[in-house]
């Protein structure tokens, strides 16, 4: 009882550790995919938002008005600002800006200028110096001017610290394009669009995120911070997670990086999964219960077993060591009485009693399969005297007539169909003798009747052997003579058609003979059915010779083959068809041939 209950309680704990593996890894799953949704929407809104700044700069670098001020800046040499100087000028831009600026109010600065760092913008408010001309910090200027001579692009992207037209650390991402008259060819460089966005006006994206997630912007080099989502953490710390292996779970947080190169950041993406921690509490709270639960079922299931079947296995013992079987069984070893294993007992009077079945059901399927045989040698031999008395019949009709000389050949063929009907070895033939006696009865018909009468046979399909039911075709052939051709003027035609397949053999029987009614060949089609229904030994004695030969072949098709036999009729006043057949599968002698 005690190794019972150990290997069920190590076979549960395995179960439930397997089933708290694949709830963690499931879980896991779940949350590194919802971290990465939330990482796509964060990346695909910045794009979003670039791509319309994008949109903008470019707009305002194509105006006409833009070019036309910026043409005539080339010549301009003084020490100002010369949209401090030509305020008019300037008034016509800004008032060109606004509207970009108003539409999207999330936009800190839209601004034009030139290498000469000659300014005119719209939005926050730049320092004075660079309205003189004599900023301390003219990076922005140089820059500008140095990436597009020498990287050939049409657009620049930049990430900065601080506002470069202010002096306070204010985080912002900017879009630059070239202000060009694209009419020239080739275009000269007038100056530049600057499209500016403070990192602040994404802290909507918030909503992206879930609770227990932060997300950063970092330089593209991944040295500064630029903005933080739902996070409280500094440069430092933010650096020491970017050494956690990225797409895992390490010390209980998922690290995401997603690089966008073109605008030169990086948003990166740290998630706790407080979800699976809860989880895995739950879940071993529950393991100790169930583990618990079932220990105690165990214990009380197995005092109640023991209790119970002790007493029924030695009843049971003793009552197989005396059974009496009938007289297809042998008599069940008795075991002996010093082994007090009562399961060891009952499994040897059980191993007995399975013995003696078998043996038992091996005579009974003996005896049924030489009753089948017999069957079929009885209704074999109901077919011989019917066939021979008509063949004698015929030769008493030509003795002493002009056909007189036939008799020999019809003797000689009817010599060999009688060595094959009165052989009674086996109750399956070849394909081949089967038709041979077949042919040897038509010959005979066509002796007798002569240009009266014609046949034909043919063989389909590749396979031309197999075993069958002795005495099948023959018997339908007859029929066709006696029933078919009573109403029909010569010429009389027998078609036979062969076919064999590696599953079943089917022939077909077609004469052009008077036919039968419809009512007539239903009714006969319901007699053939319900001889499914009947005994077999009370069929095989009702089946007496002149009977009609269709309902003898359909009986011996049924023994053979079962719900496998192949039998249909067709019938009109063109003539009658029938086929037989059956499948190899299901035959006791094993019609494959």
């Known amino acids: 009882m005690l190794k019972n209950i150990i290997m069920v309680t190590i076979v549960t704990v395995l179960m439930i550790f397997v089933i708290l593996l694949y709830l963690i890894r499931t879980n896991e799953q779940a949350f590194e995919e919802q971290v990465d949704v939330q990482l796509r929407g964060i990346t695909s809104q910045l794009d979003n938002t670039l791509q319309m ?3 903008v ?7 006409r008005q833009v070019i036309q001020v910026f043409d005539g800046l080339r010549s301009y040499e003084g020490n100002n600002n010369y949209f401090v100087d030509n305020s008019s000028v300037n008034y016509e831009l800004t008032e060109n800006m606004i509207p970009y600026m108003l539409k999207q109010n999330f936009y800190r600065r839209i601004s034009l200028f030139d290498k000469k760092q000659n300014l005119a913008y719209v939005g926050n408010l730049v320092d004075y110096g660079f309205l003189k001309k004599d900023c301390p910090d003219q990076s922005v200027f140089e820059d500008t001017a140095a990436y597009f001579q020498q990287s050939g692009k049409a657009r620049l992207f930049r990430a900065d610290r601080a506002d470069p037209f202010v002096k306070a650390e204010v985080p912002t991402v900017s879009v630059l394009r070239e202000i060009k008259n694209y009419q020239l060819i080739p275009s000269e460089c007038l100056g530049y669009v600057m499209v500016q966005i403070d990192f602040d006006s994404f802290s909507h994206y918030e909503k992206l995120l879930g609770k227990d997630t932060e997300c950063f912007i970092l330089s593209q080099d991944k040295r500064e911070l ?14 020491g997670l970017l050494d956690y292996p990225v797409g895992s779970v390490h010390k209980g947080l998922y690290c995401e990086l997603e690089e966008l190169p073109e605008y030169g950041i990086c948003v990166f993406i740290v998630s706790k999964n407080t979800s699976l921690i809860v989880s895995m509490v739950y879940t071993f709270m529950w393991t100790l219960l169930i583990l618990g639960a079932v220990i105690l079922i165990i214990l009380i299931g ?3 077993i023991i209790k119970r079947t002790t007493q029924p296995i030695a009843q049971m013992c003793d009552m197989l060591e005396g059974l009496q079987v009938d007289e297809n069984f042998q008599e069940i070893p008795i075991v002996a009485t010093q082994d007090v294993d009562e399961l060891r007992q009952l499994n040897l009077a059980f191993d007995g009693l399975v013995k003696n079945l078998k043996l038992s059901m091996e005579k009974v399927m003996i005896s049924k399969v030489n009753e089948i045989q017999s069957q079929m040698f009885a209704m074999q031999s109901q077919m011989n005297p019917h066939f021979i008395h008509n063949i004698l019949t015929i030769i008493s009709g030509m003795a002493g007539t002009d056909e007189e000389e036939k008799i020999p050949e019809i003797c000689e063929k009817l010599s060999d169909m009688i060595r094959y009907t009165t052989n009674y070895t086996a109750s399956y033939g070849e394909l081949k003798d089967e038709i041979r006696h077949a042919e040897n009865y038509l010959e005979l018909m066509k002796v007798r009747y002569e240009d009266k009468f014609r046949y034909t046979m043919v063989y389909v399909g590749e396979r031309q052997e197999c075993l069958l039911p002795k005495f099948i075709v023959q018997p339908l052939l007859e029929n066709c003579f006696a029933h078919a051709f009573n109403t029909k003027a010569f010429p009389w035609e027998i078609f036979v058609q062969i076919f064999v397949s590696e599953k079943c053999w089917e022939i077909e029987i077609r004469d052009n003979g008077g036919g039968l009614q419809e009512e007539k060949l ?17 069929l095989v004695q009702e089946l007496k010779i002149g009977g009609l030969s269709i309902r003898n072949v359909y009986a011996r098709l049924y023994i053979a083959y079962g719900e496998d036999m192949i039998f249909d009729m067709k019938s009109n006043e063109n003539g009658t068809c029938i086929t037989v057949g059956g499948k190899y599968e299901n035959t006791g002698d094993g019609g494959g041939g």
């Open 53 to 55: 700044a994008d949109g």
């Open 57 to 63: 700069a470019l707009q305002l670098a194509a105006s």
């Open 226 to 239: 630029l903005y933080s989502f739902q996070s409280e953490r500094n440069a430092d710390s933010v650096k």
């Open 302 to 304: 197995q005092i109640q």
């Open 522 to 538: 239903e009714q006969l089609k319901r007699e053939l059915e319900q001889m499914r229904l009947r005994d077999m030994n009370e």
